[in-house]
């Protein structure tokens, strides 16, 4: 009887050996990815979110001072034709 304990013990304990290994290599692996996923993206010259906000404020302002130069030239544009 002793013996078939000694077997169990030593197979969990081969068994708890190879949970860890596995866990180990698991671990071992994310940090690989996540190693290579933030080379690639600093490879790719993204653009921060900080530049790109201020990006698109001033698009937003061009925008708006496009469409008050567009109103202006309607006004001047009738004035012209009211004065002919």
């Not at 309607?74 to 034709?81: F, N, Q, T, V």
Request: hydrophobic share 50%; charged share 30%; glycine share 6%.
């Amino acid at each position: 009887m002793q013996t078939t304990s000694s077997v169990f013990d030593d197979l969990a304990r081969l068994m708890t050996g190879a949970m860890g290994m596995a866990q180990g290599a698991g671990d071992e692996a994310k940090s690989f990815m996540r190693a290579q996923a933030d080379r690639f993206v600093a490879e790719m010259d993204l653009v921060g979110r900080d530049e790109f906000e201020a990006v698109k404020q001033l698009a937003a302002d061009a925008r708006a001072e496009a469409d008050a130069l567009k109103e202006r030239v309607a006004a001047l544009e009738a004035l012209l034709k009211s004065r002919a």
